[in-house]
């Protein structure tokens, strides 16, 4: 698994978004692209992130930057958890784990004293040109859009 660093090419990507709609990295070319990586739909954590980004969307988007979310749930989890928390960006279904592993967000994880393979919560910032130009490994759930816009500016 390759460890990306800022200043890197971001991996392409290829995948189905939450309407079953194919949606890739060439799609945001000469546009700055939030992509954050999270492990499950309707968890706590995942659900904080996401409603952060959610409730500071607009000054997000005003700053130039378009949002996807990422998790190995399938499109139609990821359509339930748009309608309950009324998301207004798309999330990306990579059940097999190609997106997830080319960005190297798969890894031993901790929980609860159990250790495991999983997602591990990461948020890259890909410039216009398709550049990594932040990312952000220690995320602060309910916090995470003011992580983000901190740098902007």
């Known amino acids: 698994m390759t460890k990306l660093k800022v200043g890197d090419k971001a991996p392409a990507f290829k995948g189905v ?3 079953g709609e194919s949606i890739q990295l060439s799609d945001f070319k000469g546009k700055k692209l939030i992509l954050f990586f999270y492990p499950r739909d309707n ?3 995942c659900t904080a992130e996401a409603c952060s980004l ?3 969307y607009t000054e997000l988007k005003d700053a130039g930057y378009a949002l996807l979310g990422v998790s190995p ?3 139609k989890k990821h359509q339930n958890f748009i309608n309950k928390f009324d998301f207004p960006f798309s999330l990306l279904a990579d059940t097999e784990l190609e997106t997830i592993n080319s960005y190297g967000v798969w890894g031993p994880k ?3 004293g159990r250790e495991f393979d999983g997602l ?3 948020t890259f910032v890909i410039d216009e040109k398709g550049k990594i130009e932040r990312i952000i490994d220690k995320v602060k759930t309910k916090q995470h859009a003011a992580q983000i816009l901190e740098s902007v500016g």
């Open 17 to 19: 978004d939450e309407k």
């Open 73 to 75: 749930d399938t499109p």
């Open 54 to 56: 959610r409730d500071h």
């Open 120 to 122: 591990l919560r990461t």
């Open 110 to 112: 901790k929980f609860m």
């Open 43 to 45: 968890t706590p954590g």
